[in-house]
């Protein structure tokens, strides 16, 4: 018997939370096991797991108001069928309340055998006193009342206002919470994006070209997955946010050049650099995951890109005398928080905490020092991250020029002026473009 839409979003919800597992291959993983074709079901599916991690705050305030208990000390499994049920009478329109009720109920009494009154007890009651729930009051109490009714952590929610204000911080938070554009790479050593949107178009996906990335293309809809597509498995589009494009046309790798990429994870920002080199020159890319680098192998043969050399090591430690002043550029994609990608890991906002913070920043200072002793004369390395996090991006660079006179700040291509102004860091805002929260900070050494 097929799993339906809503307990298999149960199941997935509770891995997310109890493996610290990301939603998006376990979506993948849990749609191909259990055969579920229809494509309504699919959507029904990823709607409800990706509504109920991006709204859990607000979930958890109204069914606590309604549990005689302690709703954080409640069990994952049944947590999660209230916030399965709850978010359909809540947030999504087209879903009878009555059939959201039901399917809950019959959740809880298969998972849960006897706990399916308390299951019913509790939808109901909010069914009923949903206008009387009190949340923060937003004047008196902006943090708190951002944080529950557009579900961030408070504790995030405060670091935000501190440093953007009440209304930017407002409006980021109901941004993090919409769905994000679905965003291709054309790969240019196989056609132009002028070619790749015909294609599109044709298939009834209407394709319309990036704001800002040349090779960016947004899918406005798709009836399938992106990797059933023909284009995909011949290496003619790569699924890439619109933000993480523009860093390789920040580091501006020429064909021919000696180009490092110090923390390559699973390699679509290595490939995007081959792209722009045409395939000429070469490319080292290190990683401390084998598995990952096994990944960008695989990633590159379907793109056609054959100039990256790889090597499994901890980019925290010397990479040996061959490595000292041997690259023209240097990508430093450092590990960070992700705050700027919560709109597709809105996961990430229920886990990251003050210390983890704390423990990424010498770890970033680490990787981007190590990359000094690497760089030419004349030479650029770009720092990035998927973070809007100051610490991780400003204070750090600031930090690192302090420490290495023989650098300074360079000015990023004029391409980029929209979201990288003449004299500023490379900066993107979910709320204010469109895309991916990135950071990035092009660092030139002197001749």
Request: charged share 25%.
């Amino acid at each position: 018997m097929k799993a339906s839409p809503r307990s298999m979003a149960v199941l997935i919800l509770n891995r997310v939370e109890e493996e610290r597992s990301y939603a998006g291959p376990l979506l993948d993983a849990g749609r191909s096991a259990t055969g579920m074709d229809d494509i309504k079901d699919r959507r029904l599916l990823t709607q409800i797991v990706y509504g109920v991690l991006r709204h859990r705050g607000r979930l958890d305030w109204v069914l606590a108001a309604f549990y005689r208990g302690d709703f954080s000390s409640m069990e994952v499994g049944l947590k999660n069928i209230l916030r399965v049920g709850l978010y359909q009478i809540l947030l999504l329109d087209r879903i009878p309340s009555y059939a959201a009720v039901n399917e809950a109920v019959k959740a809880a009494r298969k998972m849960f055998p006897g706990r399916d009154r308390l299951v019913n007890g509790i939808l109901r009651g909010a069914l009923r006193g949903m206008g009387n729930i009190a949340y923060p009051d937003p004047l008196e109490e902006p943090a708190g009342y951002l944080s529950v009714f557009h579900s961030h952590p408070q504790w995030l929610v405060s670091r935000w206002i501190d440093e953007l204000g009440v209304e930017e911080t407002r409006r980021l938070c109901e941004s993090n919470n919409e769905e994000p554009p679905l965003t291709l790479r054309v790969n240019r050593l196989k056609a132009d994006r002028g070619e790749i949107l015909s294609l599109l178009r044709r298939e009834q996906c209407g394709a319309v070209p990036a704001s800002v990335a040349p090779q960016g293309v947004i899918l406005e809809r798709t009836d399938g997955a992106i990797t059933d597509m023909g284009l995909f498995r011949d290496g003619y589009i790569q699924p890439q946010d619109e933000a993480s494009q523009l860093i390789a046309h920040l580091v501006e790798p020429k064909p021919g050049e000696m180009v490092l990429d110090l923390c390559s994870g699973n390699g679509v920002k290595t490939t995007h650099l081959a792209e722009l080199m045409n395939n000429r020159g070469t490319i080292v890319a290190v990683d401390v995951n084998g598995d990952k680098i096994g990944h960008l192998k695989r990633l590159a043969a379907r793109l056609g890109v054959d100039i990256i050399r790889t090597l499994v090591q901890d980019a925290t430690q010397d990479l040996g005398a061959s490595f000292h002043k041997a690259f023209d550029r240097i990508l430093v994609d450092v590990p960070c928080s992700g705050l700027g990608t919560l709109r597709r890991n809105p996961e990430i906002k229920w886990r990251i905490s003050p210390e983890d913070l704390k423990e990424l920043v010498p770890l970033q200072k680490k990787l981007l020092n190590q990359a000094a002793a690497y760089l030419k004369k004349g030479g650029s390395i770009v720092y990035s991250t998927c973070t809007i996090d100051r610490e991780e991006n400003e204070d750090m660079v600031r930090d690192f020029l302090d420490d290495h006179p023989g650098f300074r700040h360079s000015h990023p291509p004029v391409a980029l002026s929209n979201v990288a102004p003449p004299g500023t860091f490379f900066r993107s805002f979910p709320h204010h473009h469109g895309m991916d929260g990135f950071f990035g900070a092009v660092l030139q050494r002197g001749e």
